[in-house]
């Protein structure tokens, strides 16, 4: 669409970086609406209209009154600047040219590479799609991260945030994620990133020889703020364009959303709004669940998966991030003190593929590791408090060890089935086979003979001892 060169010029209120101008009623200066919800705006920063224009995005329209959250912020913007409508909203770069290149949340370059000015646009922010459209995702998607790939696997068109807190590697786990994913396109979207997040994400994907596949839209915490509420919209367009388009698998990694959440308020108090629970504006969950709703596995083409992070403050998971979070999506991933919680992760799509599209012992062999971890943690509960320990209690206390040592841990690094092989080798050193209330056909067939039961308990009895000496 053409833009539109009418130019209006009486601004009424400037506050913070919102811009408030008088606009005439559609049709008295123009046969077209001057403005709608959402377009974008040309600013002059001369008095008479000329020279230099930086971007703004309308926000509200109240009859004659239009408010304009301004990009670069207010700074230097008199009463008498001048405004262009354009007529559309902010657009994105769509083609094979933007992997391996790093968007502002703009959707300006900021790498210093070649110009992709002739390349096709789409705008932002569209619906999401028809739910006619849609297949239920029934396809793993490896990360090789046993704590995911074993307990809570990762399924093709689904929606999942890690929860976290100020101080976890977060960042680290989706990035590692990002690089070790079977994906085809990795479209990553940073909101408020210090430069040393932003300087980690890059380094990994070029170290890891995936940059070539990966699309960046970053935006940095000494950027405006609006540009913030930008980054999800322009890294899902993309996303959505390679998956529907393009037939690819495509994962979207979104780091913190939280930070998205707190521009949203500030937005909200510049506007006036009326705010909702601990000053967060009301329409949280509708703003974050349009973004997150994007994930989906199209009918005759690719899928878009949403693997986002999101800090609880306080470690607060009623928090208002959180808890709209939780109803949006489907499952999450706890991480607490450098590991993934086996309790309060969840993956709910992980049935459609557990024992079905992977491994005929996944699903029961998880379950048996997780109920017998949690064994684990009552007789350290019982130890704690010196109460008597059962034989059963004793084993439980390894095999809890050799559980957080061998799969919680961040660093750890394999496959799906040398996981389950694992996974089996390790409730073989610490419990006999009718311990484990499991089918017989998956003891026979995988419970390995040659490991004696209660090894593993004699050497960890030995080694206390040792260690006591």
């Known amino acids: 669409m053409p833009a539109i060169p009418v130019r209006y010029g009486r601004v009424l209120e400037i506050v913070g970086d919102l811009l408030k101008v008088h606009?005439?009623?559609?049709?008295?200066?123009?046969?077209?609406?001057?403005?709608?919800?959402?377009?974008?705006?040309?600013?002059?920063?001369?008095?008479?209209?000329?020279?230099?224009?930086?971007?703004?995005?309308?926000?509200?329209?109240?009859?004659?009154?239009?408010?304009?959250?301004?990009?670069?912020?207010?700074?230097?913007?008199?009463?008498?600047?001048?405004?262009?409508?354009?007529?559309?909203?902010?657009?994105?770069?769509?083609?094979?040219?933007?992997?391996?290149?790093?968007?502002?949340?703009?959707?300006?370059?900021?790498?210093?590479?070649?110009?992709?000015?002739?390349?096709?646009?789409?705008?932002?922010g569209s619906p999401t799609v028809n739910p006619v459209e849609r297949e239920l995702g029934a396809r793993m998607i490896r990360t090789n991260v046993?704590?995911?790939?074993?307990?809570?696997?990762?399924?093709?068109?689904?929606?999942?945030?890690?929860?976290?807190?100020?101080?976890?590697?977060?960042?680290?786990?989706?990035?590692?994620?990002?690089?070790?994913?079977?994906?085809?396109?990795?479209?990553?979207?940073?909101?408020?990133?210090?430069?040393?997040?932003?300087?980690?994400?890059?380094r990994a994907f070029e170290d890891a020889g995936v940059f070539a596949r990966t699309a960046m839209f970053v935006n940095f915490a000494s950027?405006?703020?609006?540009?913030?509420?930008?980054?999800?919209?322009?890294?899902?367009?993309?996303?959505?364009?390679?998956?529907?388009?393009?037939?690819?698998?495509?994962?979207?990694?979104?780091?913190?959303?939280?930070?998205?959440?707190?521009?949203?308020?500030?937005?909200?108090?510049?506007?006036?709004?009326?705010?909702a629970n601990r000053g967060y504006t009301g329409d949280l969950y509708t703003q974050l669940a349009q973004r997150y709703e994007k994930a989906c596995n199209f009918a005759g083409g690719g899928s878009l998966t949403i693997l986002s992070a999101t800090t609880m403050p306080g470690d607060d998971v009623t928090h208002p991030v959180p808890d709209n979070t939780g109803y949006i999506t489907e499952g999450q991933f706890y991480l607490r003190e450098g590991m993934i919680d086996p309790f309060g992760s969840l993956s709910r799509l992980k049935q459609h593929v557990a024992s079905k599209t992977t491994r005929e012992d996944h699903k029961d062999i998880m379950?048996?590791?997780?109920?017998?971890?949690?064994?684990?943690?009552?007789?350290?509960?019982?130890?704690?408090?010196?109460?008597?320990?059962?034989?059963?209690?004793?084993?439980?206390?390894?095999?809890?060890?050799?559980?957080?040592?061998?799969?919680?841990?961040?660093?750890?690094?394999?496959?799906?089935?040398?996981?389950?092989?694992?996974?089996?080798?390790?409730?073989?050193?610490?419990?006999r086979p009718e311990q484990l209330f499991m089918k017989q056909q998956l003891i026979d067939r995988y419970y390995p003979t040659e490991t004696g039961a209660g090894e593993a308990a004699e050497r960890e009895g030995t080694r206390v001892a040792d260690a006591a000496q």
């Open 223 to 275: 950027d405006p703020i609006v540009e913030r509420l930008l980054v999800p919209d322009m890294a899902l367009a993309v996303a959505e364009r390679f998956a529907v388009e393009g037939n690819k698998r495509v994962l979207v990694l979104l780091s913190d959303m939280t930070a998205f959440a707190d521009a949203l308020k500030e937005v909200g108090i510049a506007m006036e709004q009326v705010p």
């Open 23 to 124: 606009v005439p009623p559609a049709g008295s200066d123009t046969a077209e609406p001057p403005a709608c919800l959402g377009d974008l705006a040309a600013i002059a920063s001369a008095d008479d209209g000329a020279g230099t224009e930086s971007l703004a995005q309308v926000l509200k329209i109240d009859g004659e009154r239009v408010s304009l959250q301004v990009f670069a912020g207010t700074k230097g913007i008199s009463t008498r600047t001048k405004v262009r409508f354009l007529g559309h909203g902010p657009r994105a770069i769509c083609s094979e040219n933007v992997l391996g290149r790093i968007f502002a949340g703009t959707g300006e370059l900021i790498d210093n590479g070649p110009a992709l000015t002739t390349d096709r646009e789409v705008e932002i």
């Open 367 to 431: 379950n048996v590791m997780v109920r017998l971890y949690a064994d684990s943690k009552e007789a350290e509960q019982k130890q704690a408090m010196a109460f008597e320990l059962s034989e059963h209690d004793e084993q439980a206390l390894t095999f809890g060890r050799l559980f957080r040592e061998r799969f919680m841990d961040l660093d750890v690094d394999m496959t799906l089935e040398a996981a389950l092989d694992l996974c089996w080798q390790t409730l073989a050193e610490c419990f």
């Open 146 to 202: 046993p704590m995911i790939d074993v307990f809570n696997t990762l399924v093709e068109s689904q929606k999942i945030p890690i929860f976290s807190v100020a101080g976890e590697p977060y960042n680290q786990l989706l990035g590692r994620i990002g690089i070790q994913a079977d994906a085809d396109v990795v479209v990553f979207g940073g909101l408020g990133l210090i430069y040393d997040d932003y300087h980690h994400f890059r």
